[in-house]
Protein backbone atom coordinates (compact mmCIF):
# COMPACT_ATOMS: atom_id res chain seq x y z
CA UNK A 1 0.00 0.00 0.00
CA UNK A 2 1.13 3.63 0.16
CA UNK A 3 2.30 5.56 2.94
CA UNK A 4 2.79 9.22 3.77
CA UNK A 5 4.38 8.96 7.47
CA UNK A 6 4.53 12.38 9.06
CA UNK A 7 4.62 13.43 13.01
CA UNK A 8 1.22 14.82 14.39
CA UNK A 9 2.37 17.33 16.16
CA UNK A 10 5.67 19.21 17.14
CA UNK A 11 5.91 22.39 19.40
CA UNK A 12 8.88 25.36 18.67
CA UNK A 13 9.42 28.78 20.19
CA UNK A 14 9.62 32.00 18.23
CA UNK A 15 13.02 32.82 16.96
CA UNK A 16 14.22 29.31 16.65
CA UNK A 17 14.05 26.85 13.62
CA UNK A 18 11.85 23.94 13.41
CA UNK A 19 12.54 20.74 10.86
CA UNK A 20 9.42 18.57 10.00
CA UNK A 21 9.95 15.44 8.44
CA UNK A 22 8.02 13.40 5.70
CA UNK A 23 9.02 9.89 4.90
CA UNK A 24 7.06 7.74 1.99
CA UNK A 25 6.13 4.62 -0.05
CA UNK A 26 4.35 5.25 -2.73
CA UNK A 27 3.96 3.54 -6.20
CA UNK A 28 6.19 5.70 -8.49
CA UNK A 29 7.12 9.40 -7.40
CA UNK A 30 6.56 12.17 -9.66
CA UNK A 31 7.31 14.97 -7.17
CA UNK A 32 6.90 15.72 -3.55
CA UNK A 33 4.71 18.67 -2.12
CA UNK A 34 4.12 20.26 1.08
CA UNK A 35 1.47 22.31 1.81
CA UNK A 36 0.60 24.73 4.96
CA UNK A 37 -2.99 24.96 6.52
CA UNK A 38 -4.17 27.27 9.22
CA UNK A 39 -6.91 26.17 11.14
CA UNK A 40 -10.51 26.87 9.48
CA UNK A 41 -8.73 28.11 5.87
CA UNK A 42 -7.82 26.53 2.53
CA UNK A 43 -4.34 24.55 2.64
CA UNK A 44 -1.68 26.60 0.43
CA UNK A 45 1.32 25.47 -1.34
CA UNK A 46 4.92 26.00 0.18
CA UNK A 47 7.16 23.99 -2.33
CA UNK A 48 7.49 21.14 -5.04
CA UNK A 49 11.00 18.94 -5.24
CA UNK A 50 11.26 16.26 -7.56
CA UNK A 51 15.16 16.35 -7.67
CA UNK A 52 17.34 15.53 -4.84
CA UNK A 53 18.71 18.49 -2.72
CA UNK A 54 17.84 21.78 -0.86
CA UNK A 55 15.26 24.28 -2.40
CA UNK A 56 15.20 27.23 -0.47
CA UNK A 57 11.98 30.23 -0.73
CA UNK A 58 12.85 32.76 1.90
CA UNK A 59 12.31 31.27 5.48
CA UNK A 60 11.36 27.84 4.48
CA UNK A 61 13.59 25.30 2.72
CA UNK A 62 12.32 22.09 1.57
CA UNK A 63 15.02 18.57 1.22
CA UNK A 64 14.43 15.93 -0.52
CA UNK A 65 16.25 12.38 -1.06
CA UNK A 66 14.45 9.88 -3.51
CA UNK A 67 16.64 6.76 -2.30
CA UNK A 68 15.67 7.01 1.08
CA UNK A 69 12.10 7.95 0.58
CA UNK A 70 12.63 10.80 2.70
CA UNK A 71 11.73 15.20 2.56
CA UNK A 72 11.86 17.71 5.50
CA UNK A 73 10.41 21.32 5.65
CA UNK A 74 12.50 23.37 7.28
CA UNK A 75 11.21 26.95 8.91
CA UNK A 76 14.04 29.29 10.29
CA UNK A 77 12.89 32.47 12.30
CA UNK A 78 9.63 31.02 13.28
CA UNK A 79 7.21 33.87 13.67
CA UNK A 80 3.66 33.35 15.86
CA UNK A 81 2.42 32.92 12.30
CA UNK A 82 3.52 29.87 11.58
CA UNK A 83 1.51 28.07 13.87
CA UNK A 84 -0.41 25.82 11.26
CA UNK A 85 -0.41 22.09 10.26
CA UNK A 86 1.82 21.08 7.53
CA UNK A 87 0.76 18.89 4.91
CA UNK A 88 3.32 16.74 2.87
CA UNK A 89 2.36 15.04 -0.43
CA UNK A 90 3.35 12.78 -3.22
CA UNK A 91 2.18 11.94 -6.55
CA UNK A 92 2.27 8.59 -7.55
CA UNK A 93 2.91 7.34 -11.21
CA UNK A 94 -1.00 7.67 -11.90
CA UNK A 95 -0.31 11.48 -11.03
CA UNK A 96 -2.52 11.08 -7.84
CA UNK A 97 -1.82 13.17 -4.52
CA UNK A 98 -0.77 10.82 -1.68
CA UNK A 99 -1.77 12.75 1.34
CA UNK A 100 -0.08 12.72 5.06
CA UNK A 101 -2.29 13.26 7.78
CA UNK A 102 -0.21 16.81 8.45
CA UNK A 103 2.16 18.01 11.17
CA UNK A 104 0.53 20.64 13.50
CA UNK A 105 3.04 23.08 14.44
CA UNK A 106 2.61 24.87 17.95
CA UNK A 107 5.07 27.82 18.05
CA UNK A 108 5.34 29.72 21.56
CA UNK A 109 6.80 32.97 22.58
CA UNK B 1 -7.20 34.56 -1.25
CA UNK B 2 -6.39 31.00 -3.48
CA UNK B 3 -8.95 31.84 -6.77
CA UNK B 4 -11.04 29.24 -5.31
CA UNK B 5 -14.05 29.48 -3.66
CA UNK B 6 -16.67 27.12 -2.11
CA UNK B 7 -19.85 27.92 -0.54
CA UNK B 8 -21.84 26.96 2.31
CA UNK B 9 -18.72 28.02 4.83
CA UNK B 10 -20.68 25.72 7.70
CA UNK B 11 -23.14 23.01 6.84
CA UNK B 12 -25.62 21.02 9.69
CA UNK B 13 -28.08 18.51 8.17
CA UNK B 14 -29.72 15.73 9.23
CA UNK B 15 -29.91 12.48 8.14
CA UNK B 16 -32.87 12.39 5.77
CA UNK B 17 -32.02 16.11 4.23
CA UNK B 18 -30.74 16.59 0.70
CA UNK B 19 -28.04 19.92 0.27
CA UNK B 20 -25.35 20.85 -2.37
CA UNK B 21 -21.37 22.17 -2.01
CA UNK B 22 -20.65 24.41 -4.69
CA UNK B 23 -17.52 25.16 -5.48
CA UNK B 24 -16.39 27.89 -8.39
CA UNK B 25 -12.30 28.99 -9.30
CA UNK B 26 -11.19 32.02 -10.85
CA UNK B 27 -8.10 30.62 -12.50
CA UNK B 28 -8.79 29.08 -15.43
CA UNK B 29 -7.60 25.88 -14.50
CA UNK B 30 -8.91 22.47 -17.00
CA UNK B 31 -9.14 19.77 -13.65
CA UNK B 32 -11.24 20.22 -10.41
CA UNK B 33 -10.98 17.78 -7.41
CA UNK B 34 -13.29 17.38 -4.15
CA UNK B 35 -11.52 15.87 -0.83
CA UNK B 36 -12.99 14.78 2.52
CA UNK B 37 -10.61 16.01 5.50
CA UNK B 38 -11.54 14.23 8.80
CA UNK B 39 -9.74 15.54 12.02
CA UNK B 40 -6.26 13.95 12.10
CA UNK B 41 -6.53 11.81 8.88
CA UNK B 42 -5.09 12.16 5.19
CA UNK B 43 -6.58 14.33 2.95
CA UNK B 44 -9.26 11.92 0.86
CA UNK B 45 -9.77 12.21 -2.57
CA UNK B 46 -13.07 11.68 -3.45
CA UNK B 47 -13.70 13.22 -7.19
CA UNK B 48 -11.62 14.26 -10.05
CA UNK B 49 -13.09 16.06 -12.97
CA UNK B 50 -10.86 17.11 -15.71
CA UNK B 51 -12.93 19.28 -18.32
CA UNK B 52 -16.00 18.36 -17.28
CA UNK B 53 -15.45 14.94 -17.73
CA UNK B 54 -15.26 12.76 -14.19
CA UNK B 55 -12.33 10.84 -14.50
CA UNK B 56 -11.91 9.28 -10.74
CA UNK B 57 -14.30 8.03 -8.27
CA UNK B 58 -12.46 6.63 -5.32
CA UNK B 59 -14.93 4.43 -3.60
CA UNK B 60 -17.16 7.18 -2.61
CA UNK B 61 -20.55 5.97 -1.49
CA UNK B 62 -23.20 6.97 -3.66
CA UNK B 63 -25.08 9.18 -1.13
CA UNK B 64 -22.05 11.73 -2.60
CA UNK B 65 -23.17 12.99 -6.21
CA UNK B 66 -20.56 15.38 -7.96
CA UNK B 67 -22.07 17.38 -10.54
CA UNK B 68 -19.13 19.60 -12.92
CA UNK B 69 -21.55 21.73 -15.25
CA UNK B 70 -18.41 23.69 -16.82
CA UNK B 71 -14.68 23.78 -15.80
CA UNK B 72 -15.28 26.98 -13.35
CA UNK B 73 -18.01 25.18 -10.92
CA UNK B 74 -17.77 22.15 -8.68
CA UNK B 75 -21.31 20.88 -6.73
CA UNK B 76 -21.28 18.22 -4.41
CA UNK B 77 -24.78 16.75 -4.23
CA UNK B 78 -25.46 15.31 -0.48
CA UNK B 79 -28.54 13.03 0.24
CA UNK B 80 -29.12 10.72 3.57
CA UNK B 81 -25.86 11.40 4.67
CA UNK B 82 -24.69 9.74 7.65
CA UNK B 83 -22.80 10.65 10.85
CA UNK B 84 -19.41 10.08 10.16
CA UNK B 85 -19.54 11.95 7.03
CA UNK B 86 -19.13 14.93 9.18
CA UNK B 87 -15.72 16.36 7.96
CA UNK B 88 -14.37 19.38 6.19
CA UNK B 89 -14.93 19.15 2.26
CA UNK B 90 -12.65 20.65 0.36
CA UNK B 91 -12.72 21.57 -3.09
CA UNK B 92 -9.28 22.19 -5.55
CA UNK B 93 -8.29 22.85 -8.89
CA UNK B 94 -5.31 22.63 -11.22
CA UNK B 95 -3.94 23.33 -14.39
CA UNK B 96 -3.67 20.04 -16.26
CA UNK B 97 -4.33 16.85 -14.74
CA UNK B 98 -1.59 15.12 -15.44
CA UNK B 99 1.46 17.58 -15.22
CA UNK B 100 3.89 16.81 -12.50
CA UNK B 101 4.50 20.00 -11.50
CA UNK B 102 0.92 21.10 -11.48
CA UNK B 103 -0.25 22.73 -8.41
CA UNK B 104 -3.39 22.24 -6.54
CA UNK B 105 -4.94 25.11 -5.22
CA UNK B 106 -7.71 24.86 -2.53
CA UNK B 107 -10.82 26.32 -1.47
CA UNK B 108 -11.45 26.90 2.43
CA UNK B 109 -13.80 24.51 2.56
CA UNK B 110 -17.01 23.65 3.79
CA UNK B 111 -17.36 21.92 7.20
CA UNK B 112 -20.11 19.88 7.44
CA UNK B 113 -21.97 18.71 10.78
CA UNK B 114 -24.78 15.30 10.35
CA UNK B 115 -26.65 15.10 13.20
Known amino acids: GQNIDQPTEMTATEGAIVQINCTYQTSGFNGLFWYQQHAGEAPTFLSY??LDGLEEKGRFSSFLSRSKGYSYLLLKELQMKDSASYLCAVMDSNYQLIWGAGTKLIIKP | ETGVTQTPRHLVMGMTNKKSLKCEQHLGHNAMYWYKQSAKKPLELMFV???????ENNSVPSRFSPECPNSSHLFLHLHTLQPEDSALYLC??????????????FGPGTRLTVL
Open chain 2, 92 to 105: ASSQELKDRTDTQY
Open chain 2, 49 to 55: YSLEERV
Open chain 1, 49 to 50: NV
